[in-house]
């Protein structure tokens, strides 16, 4: 297959279907190809999560997550409302259960209250009991805004709505090559060539790999976390009714053992953060040669490692069979036991970590020639994802130039 475009955009998760979205509405008349490697849209990070609509609170206000997630809560709501997308605004409990949490617990109050979180409140013992009655925690902060959703689900409407406005999708078509010639971007595929005035690239755990092929910089580089989760038996559900999560180590981008009730009624509990032996870590058997190498060789890692072994001797317990993820939410929902839970699954975090070492915690967009990247679109990169895919509609206009009409 040899096909021409307008606009191609490279990657079939949320942020993918979005952005062609976002496009195909703000540009009626541009020819938007989609191009996803695997033969299901939303497989990777969209598939494989917490399904929490988050509000806002954890991200320092002057961050693209901050202001790309308020804004992304208020337009996903809007749009599953409109499309008829199950979804519940359950809320959320983030409970300190030592006396030295509660200063970043007051963080966090801080940081929701400078975005504009509504609704968030701190709650005391007895607040917290009424909230969720199996919780036991000295101090807590409560955010009503907080939903949840299947983001499979959102990903498909969106699909949907990309069609209906004219867009083409294309599935088990994997980009291997990328290279720019008499104007125009010629991607290689494993269906044939598409040729392209622009792209957009939102391949998730590809993301830095399809950058330098397009002949963007290396750093950062995605380093994949296996995220495992466990689930809790039907009868034990009732444990929880909407989401109780710990407060977080600040020094890490993630938010730790918390447990969620889902939109098809089962609660999880997880994630893990394990570094990961493949891309598409989804069985700990999985490991990729490729994907190994490149974590290995990428001098980030090691400083990584120098700064977090500890955590990673930590979450290294949740390998072994059994209770350490109980044992973990046990601190909140004391009554949890071992027996209560179920294995679950696993998801794969696409985490850039820069040259330094550094977890790169906020958003990463980048450009090469005739072409956007997004290097970095962590959680809540599937709450923001309308917002991402205004914020890279913004930006092509004003790097490609594009006519409106
Ligand atoms: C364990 C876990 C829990 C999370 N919980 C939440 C949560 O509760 N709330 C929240 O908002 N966010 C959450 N997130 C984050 C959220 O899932 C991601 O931010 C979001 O899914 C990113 O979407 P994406 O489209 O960038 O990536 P992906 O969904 O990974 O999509 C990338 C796509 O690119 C395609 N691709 C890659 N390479 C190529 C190529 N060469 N050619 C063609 N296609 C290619 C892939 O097949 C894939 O479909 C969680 C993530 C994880 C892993």
């Not at 519940?88 to 975005?115: D, F, M, S, Y």
């Not at 607040?127 to 101090?139: F, G, N, S, T």
Request: net charge neutral; with cysteine.
């Amino acid at each position: 297959m040899t096909q021409s475009t307008d606009l191609a955009i490279i990657g079939g998760g949320i942020v993918g279907l979005g952005t062609a979205l976002a496009m195909t509405e703000a540009y009626p008349r541009l020819q938007v190809v989609l191009l996803d490697k695997e033969s299901q849209l939303g497989s990777h990070q969209t598939g494989h999560n917490s399904g929490v609509i988050h509000a806002g609170i954890y991200y320092p206000a002057d961050s693209l997550k901050a202001r790309l997630c308020v804004e992304g809560r208020h337009l996903l709501y809007d749009f599953c409302q409109r499309y008829g997308v199950p979804h519940a605004k359950c809320g959320k409990l983030i409970v300190a259960t030592e006396p030295g949490q509660v200063a970043r617990l007051e963080e966090l109050e801080r940081r929701g209250t400078a975005n504009g979180v509504p609704g968030l409140a701190r709650v005391d013992r007895d607040r917290i009991a009424e909230i969720e009655p199996h919780v036991r925690a000295l101090d807590g902060l409560h955010s009503p805004e907080t939903g949840i959703v299947d983001y499979g689900q959102v990903a498909a409407a969106y699909a949907d709505d990309v069609e209906s406005a004219g867009g083409t999708i294309t599935t088990g078509c994997g980009v291997t090559g990328v290279r720019v010639a008499s104007g125009w971007l010629r991607l290689t595929h494993t269906s044939g060539e598409t040729r392209a005035r622009h792209a957009l690239f939102c391949a998730g755990g590809w993301s830095d790999r399809l950058a330098t092929m397009a002949g963007g910089g290396a750093n950062p580089r995605i380093v994949p976390f296996r995220g495992a989760y466990m689930r809790l038996r039907p009868e034990r559900r009732s444990l929880v009714r909407g989401m109780v999560y710990p407060v977080p180590d600040p020094e890490l981008p993630f938010l730790g053992v918390h447990l969620t009730r889902r939109i098809d009624g089962e609660v999880l509990i997880g994630p893990s953060a394990l570094l990961a032996g493949a891309r598409d870590a989804y069985s700990l058997r999985r490991v990729r040669p490729a994907d190994l190498v490149s974590t290995l060789t990428w001098p980030g890692t090691y400083r990584m490692a120098q700064r977090f072994w500890r955590t990673g001797i930590d979450e290294a317990r949740h390998l072994l069979p059994g209770g350490s993820f109980v044992a973990t939410a046990a601190e909140f929902v004391p009554e949890l036991k071992p027996r209560d839970v179920l294995p679950g699954f696993a998801g794969v975090r696409a985490q850039a970590v820069d040259r330094a070492g550094r977890l790169v915690d906020d958003f990463v967009f980048s450009h090469t020639d005739r072409a956007l990247h997004v290097r970095n679109a962590p959680s809540p990169g599937a709450t923001s994802s309308l917002a991402i895919a205004r914020y890279i509609a913004d930006e092509a206009q004003r790097a490609f130039d594009l006519p409106h009409n």
